[in-house]
């Protein structure tokens, strides 16, 4: 007797068989689609036609793209850092460091130095891994709520340095880096669709790069440093050559993110170099679900929708409110919304059958 | 040789600061190298009261509290209310104790959340705490409180600090009033019917698990202690005036004590209920701590904002350290005495030295005085005991049969208690701004990881090395340092100063990761 023709104890109702990739993805896939689409379907909406949209007229449309590049930004942040805390298991304060390197090195190079874009990519992914390894230097040295402390102290430094007036001619200090040349084809009021586009892409990509790298062998050792260092040191990994190779992804990641930032925003400002801008990641991530990845994404777009529109309905009240939500969040969605989907979905689906199998 | 093996780092880092100190003072001349030194050592006294209290939080709950800046900020702006609105306080005291009424007849709520049936639990006691929180915002306004008002510059908190500067006060402290058509009594009976609501609530959300059972005598005492608060609420009531006017009649150094022990004890209950309500759940999921005290840090200093206003405030000091008129400033601790002198001049290598009493005098012998009692009550104490115990194994000291769950409440109280103790010292020294939380937050920080985490003996260290560079970098930005290969004296600029503290925790993690004083995993 064949599994097939088995007296099924499931349901009476025919299964729907559908492919494995579509189960897994299918959220994500619609959740793009529809990315793509909102341009022209919020164009369309305010009255605009297709071409409008494409030529980057102002309206309703340009503002949401602009808003959304932000949210791809700072989802691409939090995924380099969720990498590291939420797979890896390291405690980083000096995150903000990551993105940080990138958003200079790429204002610097294109306005002091004067260097061409497709250059100054290639410098920032160099910049990108040289911090890791710095940051490799101090693993080697020490781990857990240490490394978190270490790593806080030479964001901190970084973030003095550019805020000193020694080098205000470069960085700008106090007020940020301003009039940085942006290359024609990615300009971010010119041809901010395209920029938008792009920059989707890259998230996309990046995000479909770490799901592979996360099931891949090297990512299976990282998850197991995460759940226990001693026992995948037993089984004879060298622990410290993972978690580099985590750092350094997470480092390129997060200064590429950094390089957009600069060029979408007029201004790098010098708030992205200080622990508040870590935390935001850190937030971000236990918003969406700590190691789930795509909950990074998710809650890089609560974090950053509900921060523009609390602050637009409530004005001054917006921070307590924020706080107040996240107070709530963590009570009442315990594993972040991604996280909790996870472990409660089959549950949730059950009582809800359950439920109406009854009425 | 065993007494060196076993106090290694400890030998090494007084003979390296010493060693630092003797540099330092070929840069400078005797009299503002005493000073500076007595300046670091007041800012450390500082630094460590914060510090100790989240050491003890963390080794004990492994809890990283960072809003503990944000309390011990509060603390500080706390300080100021009591001592330059005690009317509103006292007004206060009537509402506070109707609320709090509510909350004592929890055991009854408890017997009452747990009789209800399990479908639909989960859904009114959210509604009850909606309910309280809609009749507080409410009555809130209409409540006969004297408040100061940030957004009207007449009354604004600075306003009313000058006010306390000059002594005047008593002529300026008008009875409140309460405001709209209600009668008094139903605006009471409402607040106190918030405390109920909010009660029944907290009952509700802590499901506990297996039976509940109150006992007859347990209802009885919280029935009796509930009636205990609501005729104190109404004696403050009776006697708001005239209790108004004899605190307002005191000296101000009577005022200043009675606002930092009532800000410390705030600070305490306000750390306990944070524990027992916030924090408890949340055990499992230690990274989720992270964000609900971070959730908490920015509330609190929302709050701050919202209350106190954005613009910094200055706490006058009080009587005892603000002398400037005849025989000041003094020459000797006797003279200060008789005179309260704001400054003391000593003579040292033949240059007067000006030490500000509060600051650099008041401020080390409190700091002192907290870690001798703290470090008493950790080794000589039976909680001492238990709570280091906890720090070393704290499933073990569950399976001796201790209640730490309680213990952790204490110590949560404990610490906080401390930051805010801390916040109260100095709101006089260091004034109030709402940035001041994240500022020392991340001071204390630094020393805990210079001195090791969880150890007390690490966090005073480090507090005081902390403190010390900090107070020697801002003097030679000023003073400039002579290096024997530059022309020109090398000033530190100002944003050298917290970089100064940071490399130093980076270098000394990196020679020594567990810290200076740190247990070794």
């Given at each position: 007797?064949?599994?097939?023709t088995?007296?099924?104890?499931r349901s009476a109702?025919?299964q729907?068989?559908?492919p494995s990739?579509?189960?897994?993805y299918?959220?994500m896939?619609?959740l793009?689609?529809a990315?793509i689409?909102?341009?022209?379907?919020?164009?369309?909406l305010?009255?605009?036609t297709?071409?409008?949209v494409l030529a980057?007229?102002?309206g309703r449309?340009?503002?949401?793209?602009?808003?959304?590049i932000?949210v791809?930004?700072?989802g691409?942040?939090a995924?380099?850092?969720?990498?590291i805390?939420?797979v890896?298991?390291?405690?980083s304060?000096?995150?903000?460091?990551?993105f940080?390197?990138?958003a200079?090195t790429?204002?610097?190079?294109?306005?002091?130095?004067g260097?061409?874009?497709g250059?100054?990519v290639?410098?920032?992914i160099?910049a990108g891994v040289?911090?890791a390894?710095?940051?490799?230097v101090?693993?080697?040295?020490?781990?857990?709520i240490t490394?978190?402390?270490?790593?806080l102290?030479l964001?901190?430094?970084?973030e003095?340095l550019i805020k000193?007036?020694?080098?205000?001619?470069?960085?700008?200090a106090d007020?940020?880096?301003?009039?940085?040349?942006?290359?024609?084809?990615?300009?971010?009021s010119?041809?901010?669709?395209?920029?938008?586009f792009?920059?989707l892409?890259v998230?996309?990509?990046?995000y479909l790069f770490?799901?592979?790298f996360?099931n891949s062998?090297p990512?299976r050792?990282?998850i197991?440093?995460r759940?226990?260092?001693?026992?995948a040191r037993m089984?004879?990994?060298?622990?410290f050559?993972?978690?580099?190779l985590?750092?350094?992804?997470?480092g390129?990641?997060?200064a590429v993110a950094?390089?957009?930032?600069a060029?979408?925003?007029?201004?790098?400002?010098?708030?992205?170099?200080?622990?508040?801008y870590t935390?935001?990641a850190?937030l971000?991530i236990?918003i969406?679900g700590?190691?789930?990845?795509?909950?990074?994404l998710?809650?890089?777009g609560?974090?950053?929708l509900l921060?523009?529109y609390?602050?637009?309905w409530f004005g001054e009240?917006?921070a307590?409110?924020?706080?107040a939500?996240?107070?709530?969040?963590?009570?009442f969605?315990?594993?972040?919304i991604?996280?909790?989907?996870q472990?409660r979905?089959?549950a949730?689906?059950?009582?809800?059958r359950?439920?109406?199998?009854?009425? | 040789?065993?007494f060196w093996r076993?106090?290694?780092?400890?030998?090494m880092?007084?003979i390296?600061?010493?060693?630092?100190l003797?540099l330092?003072?070929?840069?400078?001349?005797?009299n503002?190298?005493?000073?500076?030194?007595?300046?670091?050592?007041?800012?450390?006294?500082?630094?460590?009261?914060?510090?100790?209290?989240?050491s003890i939080?963390l080794g004990?709950?492994?809890v990283?509290n960072l809003?503990?800046?944000?309390l011990?900020m509060l603390g500080?702006y706390?300080?100021?209310s009591v001592y330059?609105?005690p009317?509103?306080i006292?007004?206060?005291?009537t509402p506070?104790?109707?609320?709090a009424a509510?909350?004592?007849l929890?055991p009854?709520?408890r017997q009452?959340?747990?009789?209800?049936p399990?479908?639909g639990?989960?859904?009114?006691?959210?509604?009850a705490?909606?309910?309280?929180?809609?009749i507080?915002?409410?009555?809130?306004?209409r409540?006969?409180i004297?408040?100061w008002?940030?957004k009207?510059?007449?009354?604004?908190p600075?306003v009313w600090?000058?006010?306390a500067q000059?002594?005047?006060?008593?002529s300026?402290?008008?009875?409140?009033v309460?405001?709209?058509?209600?009668?008094?009594?139903?605006?009471w009976?409402?607040?106190l019917?918030?405390g109920?609501?909010?009660?029944?609530?907290?009952a509700?959300?802590?499901?506990?698990?297996g039976?509940?059972?109150?006992?007859?005598r347990?209802?009885l005492?919280s029935?009796?202690l509930?009636a205990l608060l609501?005729?104190l609420a109404a004696?403050f009531?009776a006697f708001?005036?005239?209790?108004?006017?004899?605190?307002?009649a005191?000296?101000?150094?009577?005022r200043?004590l009675i606002?930092?022990?009532?800000a410390?004890?705030a600070g305490a209950?306000?750390?306990?209920l944070?524990?027992?309500t916030?924090?408890?759940?949340?055990y499992?999921r230690?990274?989720?701590q992270?964000m609900?005290?971070?959730?908490l840090?920015?509330?609190g200093?929302?709050?701050?904002r919202?209350v106190?206003?954005?613009?910094g405030?200055?706490?006058?000091r009080?009587?005892?350290?603000d002398?400037?008129?005849?025989?000041?400033?003094a020459?000797?601790?006797g003279?200060?005495?008789?005179?309260?002198c704001a400054?003391?001049?000593?003579?040292?290598?033949?240059e007067e030295a000006?030490?500000r009493t509060?600051?650099e005098?008041?401020?080390i012998?409190?700091?002192?005085i907290?870690l001798?009692?703290?470090?008493?009550l950790?080794q000589r104490s039976?909680?001492?005991?238990?709570?280091?115990?906890?720090?070393?194994?704290?499933e073990?000291?569950?399976?001796?049969?201790?209640?730490?769950?309680?213990?952790?409440?204490l110590?949560f109280?404990l610490?906080v208690g401390?930051?805010?103790?801390?916040?109260a010292?100095?709101?006089p020294?260091?004034?109030?701004?709402?940035?001041m939380?994240a500022t020392?937050?991340?001071g204390a920080l630094?020393a805990?990881?210079?001195?090791g985490?969880?150890?007390?003996?690490g966090?005073?260290?480090?507090s005081?090395?902390?403190?010390l560079l900090?107070?020697?970098?801002?003097?030679?930005?000023?003073?400039?340092i002579?290096l024997?290969f530059?022309?020109?004296p090398f000033k530190?600029s100002?944003?050298?100063?917290p970089a100064?503290?940071?490399?130093?925790?980076?270098?000394?993690l990196?020679?020594?990761p567990?810290g200076l004083f740190?247990?070794?995993?």
């Open positions: 007797m064949t599994a097939s088995r007296p099924g104890t109702r025919p729907v068989t559908r990739w579509w189960r897994a299918w959220a896939l619609l793009l689609l990315l689409a909102l341009p022209f379907v919020l164009g369309l305010e009255g605009a297709v071409g409008d980057n007229e102002a449309s340009k503002f949401m793209q602009g808003l959304l932000e791809f930004l700072l691409l942040y995924l380099s850092y969720d990498l805390l939420g890896t298991g390291l405690l304060f000096g995150h903000a460091m990551f940080a390197v990138g200079y790429t204002g610097i190079l294109l306005k002091s130095a260097w061409p874009f250059v100054t290639v410098a920032v160099v040289l911090q390894l710095l940051f490799g101090v693993l080697l040295r020490v781990s857990g490394f978190a402390l270490v790593t102290g964001a901190s430094v970084f003095i000193s007036r020694e080098f205000a001619d470069f960085t700008g007020v940020g880096l301003q009039g940085i040349p942006k290359p024609d084809f990615l300009n971010p010119a041809e901010r669709l395209r920029l938008y792009i920059i892409a998230t996309v990509l990046v770490y799901r592979r996360v062998p990512g050792v990282c197991a440093i759940e226990n260092e001693d026992r089984l004879g990994y060298n622990t050559r993972f978690k580099l985590a750092l350094i992804i997470a390129i990641t997060a950094g390089m957009f930032y060029i979408y925003n007029p201004i790098v400002s010098p708030e992205v170099t200080g622990l508040g935390v935001d850190l971000i236990l969406g700590m190691g789930t990845l795509s909950g990074a998710i809650g890089a609560v974090f950053r921060d523009f609390l602050l637009k009240n917006a307590f409110l924020l706080g939500i996240y107070v709530a969040l963590v009570i969605v315990p594993y972040g991604v996280g909790t989907w472990r979905s089959v949730w689906r059950r009582a809800w359950a439920r109406s199998g009854k009425q | 040789m065993e076993e106090h290694r780092t400890a030998i880092t007084v390296v600061v010493a060693a630092l003797g330092a003072r070929l840069g400078m001349s005797a503002d190298w005493v000073v500076t030194i007595l300046r670091g050592l007041s800012v450390g006294a500082v630094i460590f009261l914060v510090a100790a209290g989240f939080i004990l709950m492994d990283l809003a503990h800046g944000a011990f500080a706390m300080t100021w330059v609105r009317d509103t006292v007004d206060l005291l506070g104790l109707l609320l509510g909350f004592a929890m009854v709520w009452a959340a747990a009789r209800t399990a479908r639990r989960r859904i009114w006691p959210v509604l705490l909606a309910a309280a929180a809609l507080l915002v409410r009555v809130g306004p409540l006969p004297s408040i008002d940030p009207v510059y007449q009354n604004s600075i600090t000058q006010n000059t002594g005047m006060l008593a300026l402290i008008r009875p409140a309460a405001e709209g058509g209600l009668p008094i009594w139903l605006t009976l409402a607040v019917a918030a109920v609501l909010a009660a029944l609530a907290t509700g959300l802590g499901r506990r698990s039976l509940v059972r109150t006992t007859g347990a209802a005492r029935l009796l509930f609501i005729g004696l009531f708001n005036d005239p209790l108004t006017n004899v605190w307002i005191l000296n101000s150094n009577w200043f606002a930092v022990v009532l410390t004890l209950l306000l750390g306990g944070m524990e027992a916030l924090v408890r759940p949340l499992e230690p990274i989720y992270i609900l005290t971070f959730g840090a920015f509330i200093t929302e709050i701050v919202a106190w206003g954005r613009t405030l200055t706490m006058p009080p009587a005892l350290f002398g400037t008129g005849e025989g000041c400033p020459t000797g601790l003279e200060w005495w008789r005179n309260h400054t003391i001049l000593v003579t040292i290598g033949g000006r030490i509060y600051n005098l008041f401020l012998v409190v700091g002192l907290v001798v009692s703290v470090w008493l950790l039976r909680l001492g005991m238990i709570i280091r115990a906890g720090v070393q194994d704290g073990m000291v569950e399976a001796l049969g201790i209640n730490v769950r309680r213990v952790f409440t110590v109280a610490g401390l930051a805010a103790l801390g916040g010292l100095a709101a020294s260091m004034g109030l701004s709402d940035a939380g020392l937050l991340l630094i805990l990881a210079i001195g985490l969880t150890s007390f003996a966090a005073a260290v480090g005081v090395l902390v403190g900090q107070q020697f970098m801002i003097k030679f930005g000023a003073l400039g002579k024997p530059l022309a020109e530190p100002p944003s050298l100063v100064s503290t940071v490399l130093l925790m980076v270098l000394v990196l020679i020594l567990q740190g247990r070794k995993e």
